[in-house]
């Protein structure tokens, strides 16, 4: 078995990933479109919070697209319901409020369920109303049909990121690799549908032998949809996760292609994964064209580039400056036992302004606007009690290298620390 690790990560870095000139120009459009409608005096008192990332852009899939299409990033506008508007307004409200914002000017397209705003550089972002109404229960909207859909994406992104931990983060990857793959075949299958049909396969109890590397990931997650779907003559219910079916948006042709190319996709992908490392790579090109190989031109044009362009140094990967660690300032052993185990679950404030409830995170595909507070908690703590927690807030991105504020102090404090 030849994993062939370093030739996934270059072929999804150069080939697959959105760059990330375009994910940081993404980011700062989105966090300018939350300060344009907290603004907004259209709006006012009618929002319930910033803007929610989802699909590809909150499970963090996006992929570059093919030469002469665009790629576009989905998210929720948290509104208050409001008992006199009909289910059409919030998106003729919306448009409003966004084509009185200078910047967005002969920008939007008013959609069935969104606004959408187009940019230069050949992207865009839809943004759909989200209400949470008087039945507790989250919904969007539908302009032409004049009615409310009940939704709760937040939901199906927090089950994904679940299993995206199962497989060691690697879910993520095998999704922008097969909408890569779907992208140069007949298939026309919704991304959200591709990655539940997907995250669905994932066994929690397979462990490191199916979910050790991208290869492996790849290659059991692949092997596992096509058993589950051969059998089938129509396109199975798939699971929005509050108990409706995402699949009425995939074709019965749709499906059709989809069962037949997955079954080519595992055979190529089990030949190359079980391939000897001498033939691998050639095996993997069957699956994915001549781009993926085995080289280190781009890492050495990195280095050079690195050599003559001066950058301002982050740390996402080591110890940033005046970093402490609870073995060096307290003198504690690190140990660590499967059967002790916890999760943190962070929280942002809504809104700039502080209004609403802090929400998770996860539902917000884990992006926290500037002027944003922040709330993490300890929560399925299985160690015993009596017991000390010790925090540490670690800043390492550009925006902490820029104003040099890295921190890493530890700080003891209860499961909730602000």
Request: glycine share 6%; with cysteine.
């Amino acid at each position: 078995m030849t994993a062939r690790i370093k030739e996934f990560n270059a072929f999804l870095r150069d080939h697959v990933n959105l760059n990330q000139t375009r994910l940081d120009l993404l980011h700062t459009r989105v966090s300018s479109l939350d300060n344009a409608l907290d603004d907004s005096t259209i709006l006012t008192q009618k929002l319930d919070g910033d803007v929610i990332p989802q699909g590809s852009y909150a499970h963090g899939t996006i992929i570059k697209p093919l030469s002469g299409n665009d790629f576009d990033a989905d998210v929720l506008l948290p509104m208050v319901e409001q008992v006199e508007w009909e289910p059409k307004k919030y998106t003729v409200e919306l448009k409003k409020a966004l084509d009185a914002v200078p910047r967005y000017v002969d920008k939007t397209e008013l959609g069935k369920r969104c606004v959408t705003i187009r940019f230069a550089n050949d992207f865009h972002i839809d943004v759909v109303p989200f209400i949470e109404r008087a039945d507790g229960k989250t919904y969007i909207t539908h302009r032409i049909d004049n009615e409310f859909i009940r939704q709760d994406p937040t939901a199906f992104t927090d089950w994904f990121n679940d299993q995206k931990r199962t497989t060691n983060g690697h879910l993520v990857r095998v999704v922008r690799l097969v909408k890569w793959l779907r992208d140069r075949s007949s298939i026309n299958c919704p991304s959200v549908v591709l990655a539940a049909l997907l995250a669905e396969r994932v066994k929690s109890f397979a462990g490191n032998d199916d979910y050790g590397n991208v290869a492996t990931t790849f290659t059991s997650l692949l092997e596992d949809l096509r058993d589950y779907l051969d059998p089938l003559s129509a396109p199975p219910w798939v699971d929005d996760r509050i108990g409706q079916n995402l699949a009425d948006r995939l074709t019965q042709t749709g499906f059709d292609n989809l069962k037949s190319q997955l079954k080519t996709w595992a055979r190529l992908a089990r030949a190359a994964l079980d391939a000897e490392a001498s033939e691998s790579v050639e095996k993997w090109r069957r699956l994915f064209g001549d781009s993926f190989e085995a080289s280190t031109s781009s890492s050495s044009l990195t280095l050079a580039a690195s050599a003559t362009s001066p950058v301002t140094p982050t740390y996402e990967h080591q110890m940033v400056p005046g970093e402490l660690t609870i073995t060096e300032r307290f003198g504690y052993p690190e140990r660590r036992t499967p059967d002790h185990t916890f999760h943190i679950v962070g929280r942002i404030s809504p809104t700039k302004k502080g209004r609403g409830r802090f929400r998770p995170m996860s539902a917000h595909g884990n992006l926290v606007p500037i002027g944003r507070s922040l709330q993490f908690e300890i929560a399925g703590c299985t160690v015993q009690e009596p017991y000390d927690v010790y925090w540490k807030v670690r800043n390492a991105g550009k925006e902490a290298a820029s104003r040099q504020q890295f921190r890493g102090e530890i700080l003891k404090r209860g499961p909730v620390i602000d």
